[in-house]
T-cell receptor, first 109, second 115 residues
Framework: QKEVEQDPGPLSVPEGAIVSLNCTYS??????FMWYRQYSRKGPELLMY????GNKEDGRFTAQVDKSSKYISLFIRDSQPSDSATYLC?????????FGTGTKLQVIP | ETGVTQTPRHLVMGMTNKKSLKCEQH?????MYWYKQSAKKPLELMFV???????ENNSVPSRFSPECPNSSHLFLHLHTLQPEDSALYLC??????????????FGPGTRLLVL
């Protein structure tokens, strides 16, 4: 079993749609949970991070963590063409982060 | 200049060449990382430096040689690479050891092509 599983997509949605991106993990030792956004030919950009189960909201983005099910999600409301990118989930411990393969999202105007 | 910077942004080299990638962080962090990113694969951690000491080397071939002269600079020296080493090489930094501070910040990457 892979330590992290992420649906690779690609995912195409119309502008204004709600987007749901998901990752599952198997390592109970992970302490914190992150989402990164990576535009084409750029480095990953930290979008959100959280430590506990539940929801964390930042503008149009909501990160959800369910530690009991070992499942994290990123929701994007009112999606925009500028949200088109690859989204990476990350799971962290001391000085090490394990990443998913990324989900490529395309928001169509 | 702020954040994490990397040079060069693009590099084409032959299998017999020697080149170096440079990373500089302006965030006051004390840990730096090299990652390899290939198409359709997760980010692969190559090296971790904390307080300028190497703490992890994930079985990376010896044709990759890291150097961390101080907490703000990180190099990756390349020699006799193979075509399968073509990838995006990303540098990241973090402030390790403090709860809530281990999140990593990435540079833009160096796109490497080995011919």
């Amino acid at each position: 079993q892979k330590e992290v599983e992420q649906d690779p997509g690609p995912l195409s949605v119309p502008e204004g749609a709600i987007v749901s991106l998901n990752c599952t993990y198997s390592n109970s030792a992970f302490q914190y949970f992150m989402w990164y956004r990576q535009y084409s030919r750029k480095g990953p950009e930290l979008l959100m991070y959280t430590y506990s189960s539940g929801n964390k909201e930042d503008g149009r983005f909501t990160a959800q963590v369910d530690k009991s099910s070992k499942y994290i999600s990123l929701f994007i409301r009112d999606s925009q063409p500028s949200d088109s990118a690859t989204y990476l989930c990350g799971f962290g411990g001391y000085q090490k982060v394990t990443f998913g393969t990324g989900t490529k999202l395309q928001v169509i105007p | 200049e702020t954040g994490v910077t990397q040079t060069p942004r693009h590099l084409v080299m032959g299998m017999t060449n020697k080149k170096s990638l440079k990373c500089e962080q302006h965030l006051g962090h004390n840990a730096m990382y090299w990652y390899k990113q290939s198409a359709k694969k997760p980010l692969e951690l190559m090296f971790v430096y904390s307080l300028e000491e190497r703490v992890e080397n994930n079985s990376v071939p010896s044709r990759f040689s890291p150097e961390c002269p101080n907490s703000s600079h990180l190099f990756l020296h390349l020699h006799t690479l193979q075509p399968e080493d073509s990838a995006l090489y990303l540098c990241a930094s973090s402030q390790s050891g403090l709860a809530g501070e281990e999140t990593q910040y990435f540079g833009p990457g160096t796109r490497l092509l080995v011919l």
